[in-house]
């Protein structure tokens, strides 16, 4: 059971959505997911998703699963596989509508001669320098090129010679007629075909021209029935250049196109490039690193998909710029596993505990609540013996003020069991601590108090006679600076990677219930936060586990 899923926002989008319902503009609600497979997905894109498909959820309409591949591209197969993967684990369904750019090249191709039969494209002759050239600046106007007043009959002959594989790659180019003087660029004829001769991962060597991003986008929207467009704001200029494609064109549909700010989010990278530099250079481990902000990453780690449509509905659509911080995702992420996910025992860097008053070779089985606040998911036992481990860091010799702890003399209650004084301090020959030797009091069972005197602070064990090894692999922001790269020179992200981002414990305790815990269960390790079984490299004989993510909010101040 999770917390009650958040209330369906109202957006701006949304509000433009209800008013097309309304007014019969639109009859239904179609949208489309259009990722380019040309790198794996990040949490940038989970915003994106949950819109898309979020919103026809909403009004019972219809999402396509669009891949942009207009670009010719090696290691395609691994990147779509991931996505698909991806949109999927997040909880959406393309059912029948998963479809490519490239399935639409012959009813591009046929839109483009429109165009020139209409005398509202040609066939332009220039280099791409050439026609960079004469582009103008948002300052000046642009001039129109030689070539622009080409016959409809030269233009629509060229460009079927363009197919035909006759000219070679920056030949000629078609292009739009707009306007060279727009004060928008993107309409300063922008160029709508080019040759490439490469073969497409899908169409082969069929085509040695590829139409380019904004031609394609539209039309597709168009063909597919989408009625809603919904982008970043990167391309806000390009919407009017995407309002003249479909003005000029009987399309079987008229979509139309909104943007909304993208996600921004602190302490890690959103771009692709980044990321993929990231893992080319071997910072992390690969896509799914559990530092990385991509889905499979954050999957990996442990993050439920609940808690990341969480996130997503949280942070709103809208034009503002953002940039958000990671506690506000850590946060939908506790609120989402609090509720659902069992307690257990685990000590990460053990100091061994002997009760001295102990029967040897005693052990109790210890009754205990699998989650403090549902008692449906039923209890739990936990064996107590002689000796136990506990976290070094909840002993001092000389506590800080406030210290709750054990402490030499002083006395600190073992979670779900007895209270215990800590009365001798065992050091090896280099005086390192290596044991602490102390006594139980037996009337302190159950969370009895003990008798004319307070304890106030409980810490967490693991006996160690049945303890179960594990490793545990502690997670932190990969960043150390909010914005990597911002105050760096050249604005080197790299310089600003966090050296302590990975710690490996190879040897810590769990309780003996976790033995052959199966892959993916999350718990909360009392005390030290949520963690899940790491899906590729736990097994039953040798359990790993990740921390998805601390407790509390503590990042600035101690973190471990
Ligand atoms: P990059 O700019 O890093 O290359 P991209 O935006 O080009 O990424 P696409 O595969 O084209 O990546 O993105 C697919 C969809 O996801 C697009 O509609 C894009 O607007 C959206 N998207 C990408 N990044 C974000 C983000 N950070 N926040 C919200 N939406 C995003
Ligand atoms: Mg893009």
Known sequence: MSSPAPAPSTHFIHNIILDDLKSGRAETVVTRFPPEPNGYLHIGHAKSICLNFGIVQEF??????????????KEDEEYEQSILEDVRWLGFDWEERLTHASDYFEQLYGYAEELIQQGKAYVDSLSAEEIRGQRGTLTEPGEDSPYRDRSMEENLTLFQRMRAGEFAEGEQVLRAKIEMVSPNLNLRDPVLYRIRKVSHQRTGTAWCLYPLYDFTHGLSDALEGVTHSLCTLEFEDHRPLYNWILDQLETPARPRQYEFSRLNLQHTVLSKRKLIQLVEEKRVAGWDDPRMPTISGLRRRGYPPEAIRRFCERIGISKAANNIDMGVLENCVREDLDPKVPRAMVVLRPL???????????TEELDAPRHPKRPELGRRTVPLSKTVYIEQEDFSEEPPQGFQRLVPGGEVRLRNAYVVRCDEVVRDGSGNIVELRGTYDPDTAKGKKPEGRKVKGIIHWVSASRALPVEVRLYDRLFTAPNPGADQPEGNFLQDLNPDSREVLPQAWAEAGLAGTESGTRFQFERLGYFMTDPVDSCPEH??????????????GKNR
């Open 60 to 73: 019972g309409g219809k999402c396509f699963m669009r891949f942009d591949d207009t670009n010719p591209l």
């Open 543 to 556: 359990p790993v586990f990740n921390r998805i993510v601390t407790l509390r909010d503590s990042w600035g």
């Open 352 to 362: 061994k505990l002997t009760i001295t008053n102990w029967p040897e070779g005693h």
